[in-house]
């Protein structure tokens, strides 16, 4: 009897080698499911930005807009960049912000004459964004026709 009593004693469980001493594996994932979780990932912080109140999504139907947004995004944090590091990086000039706003206030108005004429020719209402200067468009256009790129004159620097 005291044999079967030592059977069916219960005997203590050895640590398997493999198993960490109980701790929890780290489980090796593919490359695709590490893409996959890397793209997940990608994806959350998209959603976070687009609830931010300084953030406009962007449509991209178009080759070309695709690009476009892009460039703007670029352009985005570059210009405030430099807006930030005039009058501190001592090789920054003040007249070269005002040249490169001047530039980029030349482009916006490029872009919204391109934006009326496509209107135009589709025969689709537009209206022009939310906070543009119709006026200065107009004083813009005068002093720096369609053909060239430089500012031909120091406009004054408006809400940019």
Known sequence: MAENQKETQKQPKQANPKSNGGAPQKVKLSNAALRAAQKER????????????DTMLIGRMALETNVLGTLVDRNDYLIRSFRDRVGV??????ES???IINEQNILRVRLHTQNKKLAALLEVDYQ???????????????????GSMKPK?????ANA
């Open 42 to 53: 990608k994806l959350q912080r998209k959603v976070e930005r687009a609830h931010r109140p």
């Open 128 to 146: 022009a964004p939310g906070g543009y200067d119709e006026a200065f468009e107009s004083k813009l256009l005068e002093e720096n026709p369609p």
């Open 153 to 157: 004159q120091q406009t004054k620097v």
């Open 97 to 99: 912000f005002t040249e």
């Open 89 to 94: 990086v001592s090789n920054i000039p003040l």
